[in-house]
């Protein structure tokens, strides 16, 4: 059992370039969300998923699109990348879209915007 | 608005002392709130949580308490260990699903 996985573990981009980061889990969780952390703030949620072919915004979602087209993955795209989306940026997962179940981080990805 | 912060961004404790975490949330309507713990590199690892109709919870060395008059959470850590040094999180549930997350303390234990 892998839990949340997340790759690239780096990347480097140039201003207006896009990537796809990537994010699994094995654990048959429909919930799924993508946050970000910047230096000296917390976890802000980008974008969050209750289940297959179900995604909703969350609190800083301009710049980034999500789909969620089985249950285990939930890829983030930077379409035009910009240095204010240099982050970590971490995937989670919880078992349903009750709030009241514990929820699970990847290692995170390190994003920088040159 | 709506706003989870934590008091100290710093905390230095001797190791084997009890520390204290706390953290202010500014919604009345959340109803569940979690601590987690992010050691450097790592994404963040639950510790422990606790609902709105609770004003205690223990686990294993951890306790958290919650007092909605003043709408605080405090993490305490029993004796704690120089494994506990990391970056510790308190998260409110303030709109069905979403967490809101505050700025973390770090916490460094001293040998």
């Known amino acids: 059992n892998a839990g949340v996985t997340q790759t690239p573990k780096f990347q480097v981009l140039k201003t207006g370039q896009s990537m796809t980061l990537q994010c699994a889990q094995d654990m048959n969780h429909e919930y799924m969300s993508w946050y970000r952390q910047d230096p000296g703030m917390g976890l802000r949620l980008i974008h969050y998923s209750v289940g297959a072919g179900i995604t909703d915004q969350g609190e800083v979602p301009n710049g980034y699109n999500v789909s969620r087209s089985t249950t285990e993955d939930f890829p983030l795209r930077l379409l035009s990348a910009a240095p204010s989306q240099t982050s970590v940026y971490f995937c989670?997962?919880?078992?349903?879209?009750?709030?009241?179940?514990?929820?699970?981080f990847g290692p995170g990805t390190r994003l920088t915007v040159l | 608005g709506e706003s989870v912060g934590l008091h100290l961004p710093t905390l230095s404790v001797q190791e084997g002392d009890n520390s204290i975490i706390n953290c202010a949330y500014s919604n009345s309507a959340s109803d569940y709130f979690i601590w987690y713990k992010q050691e450097s590199g790592k994404g963040p690892q639950f510790i422990i949580d606790?609902?709105?109709?609770?004003d205690k919870r223990q686990g294993q060395r951890v306790t958290v308490l919650l007092n909605k008059t003043v709408k605080h959470l405090s993490l305490q850590i029993a004796a704690t260990q120089p494994g506990d040094s990391a970056v510790y999180f308190c998260a409110e549930n303030n709109q069905g699903g979403k967490l809101i997350f505050g700025q973390g303390t770090e916490l460094s234990v001293k040998p």
């Open positions: 989670a997962s919880r078992s349903d879209r009750l709030l009241y179940n514990e929820q699970f």
């Open positions: 606790i609902r709105s109709n609770m």
